[in-house]
């Protein structure tokens, strides 16, 4: 099971239901950034389900889907800052600014392209100190007080806790990205990965997204 690096903790609670509910199954899960994971995908890793952080990952490997995958949450960018806003950023627009260190997701990662759509919504540009292969990491740069602020999703600034503060993208229409699931062709049994699909589909796997800050796929 191949998830993206927002998805670890609801994951984690999800697949341990999914194993309650079907005893003597064991979910192996691996989360990494959206972009790495097609990639291991398309090099032949073995997998038996994909979830993925936004719509033109999943799509790059489309042909290794069994099924038509499915958008079961969504999820919105959110500006972390270290608790108190040393920088006191305001908005999307003050990550321009000359005096403040920012971190943001590789283009190639979901994160990374919904952060340059909303730099092009806004006209705003972003001269980032780094940009990383996972949301995870970019938090991971602000929690550390390496960044005064980094572009991550509004479920990472939650589950960050009293660490960071969040600061709203006000750009919402660029700044939400769809995650769509699906089982995978050669999974060693293919009726399970699709009973883990139709499970996170369901209404108790929703639930968790929804407590975790996950929108809802309508």
């Not at 995870?136 to 479920?155: F, I, M, Q, R």
């Amino acid at each position: 099971m191949f998830a993206a690096a927002s998805l670890t903790e609801v994951f984690t609670e999800i697949a341990a239901a999914f194993e309650e509910a079907h005893p003597g199954v064991s979910v192996s899960l691996s989360f990494d950034g959206s972009a790495g994971l097609a990639t291991q995908i398309a090099e032949g890793a073995p997998a038996a389900v994909f979830a993925s952080a936004d719509t033109a990952t999943m799509e790059s490997v489309a042909q290794h889907a069994a099924d038509e995958p499915a958008v079961f949450a969504r999820n919105a960018l959110e500006i972390a800052v270290p608790a108190g806003n040393p920088a006191d950023i305001r908005g999307f627009a003050d990550l321009a600014r000359d005096d403040v260190v920012v971190v943001v997701c590789a283009l190639a990662v979901p994160c990374g392209r919904a952060t340059a759509e909303v730099e092009r919504a806004l006209d705003v540009a972003v001269d980032p100190a780094s940009e990383e292969n996972a949301v995870t990491d970019v938090l991971g740069k602000v929690t550390s007080g390496e960044a005064d602020a980094g572009v991550v999703y509004a479920t990472d600034v939650r589950r960050a806790g009293d660490a960071v503060e969040g600061v709203p993208v006000d750009a919402p229409d660029a700044a939400v990205n769809d995650y769509p699931i699906a089982a995978l062709d050669g999974a060693p049994d293919p009726a399970l990965a699709r009973a883990f699909v139709d499970f996170v589909l369901d209404d108790p796997a929703q639930r968790v997204l929804a407590d975790a800050g996950f929108l809802p796929a309508d």
